[in-house]
């Protein structure tokens, strides 16, 4: 059974940083791609960064590129994201997932959610 188990969030002032860990377990994910999304309150789930599990360039969201940086450590079998520069509008429930390169986000795992909220 696949578990995505999300962890770091909580409440920052705005600038400050914090860094979300992504457990991931049940499977091997070589050929699997890991992402984090994030929902504001009241709005829809949004994209913001993602990593194949072997490597290689990432990519981001346009409303974090150049704050927030994904990474993996295989070994440990957890995916980070670290969230620099915070600001309000960051504040979401941010969800780990992981999807079968090539396939729908949607037909992916996901974990519970963590929540990020920054105060200004």
């Known amino acids: 059974q696949v578990q995505l188990v999300e962890s770091g969030g909580g409440s920052v002032q705005a600038g400050g940083s914090l860094r979300l860990s992504c457990v991931a377990s049940?499977?091997?994910?070589?050929?699997?791609?890991m992402g984090w999304f994030r929902q504001p309150p009241g709005k829809e789930r949004e994209f913001a960064a993602a990593v194949d599990w072997r490597g290689g360039v990432p990519s981001y969201g346009d409303s974090v590129k150049g704050r927030f940086t994904i990474s993996r450590d295989v070994a440990k079998n957890t995916l980070y994201l670290q969230m620099n520069s915070l600001l309000p509008e960051d504040t979401a429930v941010y969800y780990c997932a992981a999807v079968r390169a090539g396939a729908m986000w949607s037909s992916g795992y996901w974990g519970q959610g963590t929540q990020v909220t920054v105060s200004s």
């Open positions: 049940g499977r091997t994910f070589n050929q699997y791609v």
